[in-house]
């Protein structure tokens, strides 16, 4: 079984950036699409950016403009930049991975992010 191990979170003052790296256990194949995710407490897990294998992105109206996703598809690695952290950015943010044509929906166990104030 294919594994996403997630890496960079911690303490970040408000107003600073965080770097989150995201590695997947095997190559020799691209994920569909790679991505970030956080949830809060006590809210629902909610999309941050995720980019196809083609290098479309997409983000969250919140990490428009302040972040940045990108990916290695030789590597099978998904990284996150965001700039301009606030303390409600608070959250545990998890690496997500879709490869179709194995049924993949992978999900990494979550790094936390803390944006103090």
């Known amino acids: 079984q294919v594994q996403l191990v997630e890496s960079g979170g911690g303490l970040v003052q408000a107003g600073g950036s965080l770097t989150l790296s995201c590695t997947a256990s095997?190559?020799?194949?691209?994920?569909?699409?790679m991505g970030w995710y956080r949830q809060a407490p006590g809210k629902q897990r909610e999309t941050v950016a995720i980019?196809?294998?083609?290098?479309?992105?997409q983000y969250a109206d919140f990490a428009k403009g302040r972040s940045a996703v990108s990916r290695d598809n030789a590597k099978n690695t998904v990284s996150l930049q965001m700039n301009s952290l606030k303390p409600e950015d608070t959250a545990v943010y998890y690496c997500?991975?879709?490869?179709?044509?194995?049924?993949?929906?992978?999900w990494g166990p979550g790094t936390p992010v803390t944006g103090s104030s």
């Open positions: 997500s991975a879709v490869y179709y044509s194995s049924n993949y929906f992978l």
């Open positions: 980019m196809s294998r083609t290098g479309v992105s």
């Open positions: 095997e190559t020799g194949f691209v994920f569909d699409v």
